[in-house]
Each structure stands twice: as C-alpha cells, then as structure tokens.
C-alpha cells in the first residue's frame, strides 16, 4: 500500500477522533452567563501589557480572556477603550484556548476546568514569558509557554514530558472562540470571518459557511505543527494573532 495513502488514512482517523472528543467537552460544558468584570475575577490570573494591549490570561483553562486595546477607543477622544477579549462566563465570551487531544484511553488531559499553575515570572512581558504547567496522575507534565511581541502577536509553546513508563499520542490544538458571531457587512471586498495559515497555507471562511459546515472533518489543520489564527470584522485593523507550535 502507497505510504502516503497509511498516512493521510491515519490523519483522517485521528482528526474525526480529537475532533469528536472535542465537540463532546464542549457539549457537555453548561455556562452560565455573569457580567464581565465578575468573570474576571472568578480566577487567578497573569497580567500582561505591551504597548499597544493589556489583558490577562485565566489560571483555569489557561484561555486568554481578557485583551483591551490600549490607543483605540469606541468613541472619538473617548477614554473607552476597544475591549476584545471576554471570558467564555459573559453573554460576548471571545476567548484563546490551546490544549491537547489523544487518541489513547484512560489518561487525564489539561481541559477548560484545569487549574495551571505558574513557573517563574508572573507577568508577561515583551521582555519576559510566562510558563504554566500541570501534571496527571500518570506523571505526565504539560506545559505552556506563552510570549508577546510589542504589537499584537502571541506565540504559544506547547510541550510535554512524559515520566511515565507509557508511551501516548497527543495532538495540540489551539481554537479562538466567540459564544455570539458578530454583525457582518457582507461587503464583497471586505472578508468578515475566521482566518487561518497552516504550514504556509491561508485558510479563509465566512461566518455563514462555518454554520453550513459545523463540526465538519475540515479542521485536518489539528495536525499542523505551526499555526496562527485569527477573527477579522468590520474593525479589521484591531485584530490578534496567534501563533500555536509543539
């Protein structure tokens, strides 16, 4: 049999598997809905600030949630600054979360409810990254590195150590995720909706198509090594973008 043909077979297994799993925690989580500043402080949480943003990043689930812009405001001269990100608790939930999928059974994995805890610095900084880890009752260390340029750019690490006497498959994943599509223009020349480069490769999608096609085996981009994503609006000059590497 062709190589090639085992490998894609393979992928395509494991995408329908992780993707699967996925979908379950995310069916099986009940959100109630509080107001934004009482999410932000339901949990601990690392601060960061560059000079153009300013947020935090939530000990539980390890999601960035909380991302202002700092020299753009809703109003002209206003002092009220163009907020982003939102934690997944408030009715405009606009949050990063990053993690891992298996395919073998019975072992722990960090998920949304995961409390991480910190390693060193405890700011991040242009000039300093944050290290959160967590560690299973199978001795398996997971562990996030997350930095910051001074723009608008977030590179996140995502390594493991595994002290166990078992050998596991595990595939990182990263997913921005918004509880409410935004209102769209649906200018032709303007694109309103998720974009993505995978190894090279710009994905572009629509709101309305991602909603023709939910939890559709598409997303084989759960393979790549290097991603980065983002959300683009109608206010496509204030966007982030992610960079996910293992």
């Not at 107001?35 to 990043?57: Q, T, V």
């Not at 997971?142 to 910051?148: G, T």
């Given at each position: 049999?062709?190589?090639?043909?085992?490998?894609?077979?393979?992928?395509l297994?494991?995408?329908?598997?992780?993707?699967?799993?996925?979908?379950?925690?995310?069916q099986?989580?009940?959100?109630?809905?509080?107001?934004?500043?009482?999410?932000?402080?339901?949990?601990?949480?690392?601060?960061?600030?560059?000079?153009?943003?300013?947020?935090?990043?939530s000990?539980?689930?390890?999601?960035?949630?909380?991302?202002?812009?700092?020299?753009?405001?809703?109003?002209?001269?206003?002092?009220?600054?163009?907020?982003?990100?939102?934690?997944?608790?408030?009715?405009?939930?606009?949050?990063?979360?990053?993690?891992?999928?298996?395919t073998?059974?019975?072992?722990?994995?960090?998920?949304?409810?995961?409390?991480?805890?910190?390693?060193?610095?405890?700011?991040?900084?242009?000039n300093?990254?944050?290290?959160?880890?967590?560690?299973?009752?199978?001795?398996?260390?997971?562990?996030?590195?997350?930095?910051?340029?001074?723009?608008?750019?977030?590179?996140?690490?995502?390594?493991?150590?595994?002290?166990?006497d078992?050998?596991?498959?595990?595939?990182p994943?990263?997913?921005?995720?918004?509880?409410?599509?935004?209102?769209?223009?649906?200018?032709?020349?303007?694109?309103?909706?998720?974009?993505?480069v995978?190894?090279?490769?710009?994905?572009?999608?629509?709101?309305?198509?991602?909603?023709?096609?939910?939890y559709?085996?598409?997303p084989?981009?759960?393979?790549?090594?290097?991603?980065?994503?983002?959300?683009?609006s109608?206010?496509s000059?204030?966007?982030?973008?992610?960079?996910?590497?293992?």
């Open positions: 049999m062709d190589t090639k043909n085992v490998i894609a077979a393979i992928s297994s494991a995408a329908v598997i992780i993707l699967y799993s996925l979908f379950s925690l995310a099986d989580e009940k959100i109630i809905k509080i107001s934004r500043d009482e999410a932000l402080e339901e949990n601990e949480r690392i601060l960061f600030e560059n000079d153009k943003i300013k947020g935090s990043i000990l539980l689930g390890s999601s960035i949630d909380d991302l202002t812009f700092k020299n753009y405001t809703n109003t002209l001269n206003g002092d009220d600054n163009v907020v982003l990100l939102n934690p997944k608790q408030s009715e405009n939930g606009y949050y990063v979360e990053t993690g891992w999928a298996t073998n059974k019975n072992i722990d994995l960090p998920n949304s409810k995961t409390l991480w805890e910190i390693e060193g610095n405890k700011k991040l900084t242009p300093s990254s944050v290290k959160l880890s967590w560690k299973n009752n199978q001795n398996i260390k997971f562990i996030k590195e997350i930095s910051i340029d001074n723009q608008y750019l977030f590179d996140i690490k995502q390594t493991i150590e595994n002290n166990s078992k050998t596991y498959n595990f595939y994943y990263g997913q921005i995720i918004r509880n409410i599509a935004p209102e769209v223009t649906n200018f032709y020349i303007l694109h309103e909706g998720l974009i993505g995978f190894d090279d490769q710009l994905v572009e999608e629509d709101y309305d198509d991602i909603e023709e096609k939910k559709s085996i598409e084989l981009i759960l393979s790549f090594s290097n991603k980065i994503l983002s959300f683009s109608k206010a000059s204030l966007e982030i973008l992610i960079i996910f590497s293992s």
